[in-house]
């Protein structure tokens, strides 16, 4: 494969963004840029990475932080897991590694969170080890200078690329490398409209050359993501607001206001309230005070917001809570969106 290398390591030199963890490319600022990375765009990630680093400026802080904490300090951006692991890393590395995050892929990969992504993306970037860093961007670029008809969602043209990259990765900078060709395809061969004429690859772009660049990269399209509802329940007690803490996979750790799951927003009171009985809640459904939808990867919620008169004992793992004590607790964003509509519509009973 022939690509140019030194051409595109020219444009990065005068083209790169100016980031925080590029000014010195400490280990453990790369590796929290990359973890937000893997599901939030760059220029939506900087306030809360720079929140995140000035409340955990250390990796020995962030290990030593309570996990609801870390948690709440991840809010809003979504994905929880990733904070789950970064915390659960954090205290492995301080344990078996002495608080030295490792440098090699291999051994990155050893550790809670560290997929071939994020493993290869703090041993480039932080360590300068000579191994490729396939994301979105890498396998855009990839598949339009070679117009390759393979589907990048397909896990075997993902291996292909990165066999093709490891041979042509400069092992003097990897970093840069890495770094340059992930940054063309933010800023330049993005996914719509990509600026071809300021392309430091147009020559060598086979896609260009076919006057082609909008059939690629082939992309299976996904299927439509389920709808799943639910009935969000609000019960208060003297101002303050019943929440359950999650134990599920999805979201664990955070808080949130009991939800019950339906076979459709249109079931009946009685059907929700027979369903709240295996949540060991017992209640009389009252008014609904509207309805909130957020998507996640694999389904779309569906809430309907229902007023809720408790009557009895509250299950292990619910509490009363002030909205300012509320604050501080991590919720989902669909929990928060519930929240200000309910405050704002008053205190209730």
């Not at 200078?145 to 690329?161: G, L, M, S």
Request: net charge positive; with cysteine; charged share 25%.
């Amino acid at each position: 494969m022939i690509f140019p290398t030194k051409t595109l390591l020219r444009w990065f030199s005068s083209n790169q963004r100016s980031f925080p963890w590029r000014r010195e490319y400490l280990p453990y600022e790369v590796w929290v840029c990359e973890v937000m990375a893997q599901q939030t765009r760059m220029d939506q990630l900087l306030p809360y990475y720079e929140r995140f680093l000035k409340q955990f400026p250390s990796l020995h802080a962030l290990a030593s932080a309570p996990y609801p904490e870390v948690l709440k300090a991840w809010e809003g951006l979504g994905y929880y897991s990733r904070a789950r692991h970064l915390h659960q890393a954090a205290q492995k590395i301080v344990k078996e590694f002495s608080g030295k995050i490792p440098s090699t892929q291999e051994e990155l990969l050893k550790l809670p969170g560290f997929g071939p992504y994020i493993s290869a993306a703090v041993a480039s970037i932080a360590f300068q080890k000579a191994v490729p860093v396939v994301d979105g961007n890498v396998l855009r670029v990839m598949a339009r200078v070679n117009a390759a008809p393979q589907d990048i969602a397909d896990q075997r043209t993902r291996k292909e690329f990165q066999e093709q990259l490891q041979k042509i990765i400069p092992s003097g900078n990897p970093r840069a490398f890495n770094e340059a060709i992930m940054e063309l395809g933010a800023l330049i061969c993005t996914p719509h409209n990509p600026l071809c004429i300021q392309c430091p690859l147009q020559k060598d772009c086979r896609a260009l050359a076919l006057n082609a660049v909008e059939r690629f990269p082939v992309k299976k399209k996904k299927a439509k993501i389920p709808s799943r509802h639910f009935a969000l329940l609000v019960i208060r007690k003297n101002g303050k607001i019943l929440l359950r803490q999650r134990t599920e996979k999805l979201l664990a750790g955070m808080w949130e206001m009991p939800l019950i799951e339906l076979t459709h927003l249109t079931d009946s009171v009685e059907s929700i309230e027979d369903k709240m009985k295996k949540t060991g809640l017992k209640g009389k459904i009252g008014r609904r005070k509207g309805t909130l939808t957020h998507t996640y990867t694999h389904f779309r919620q569906e809430a309907g917001i229902f007023e809720t008169k408790l009557n009895g004992r509250v299950p292990s793992g619910m509490k009363f809570f002030s909205p300012k004590e509320i604050e501080g607790l991590p919720l989902p964003r669909i929990q928060h969106k519930a929240l200000r509509r309910i405050i704002a519509g008053g205190s209730g009973s």
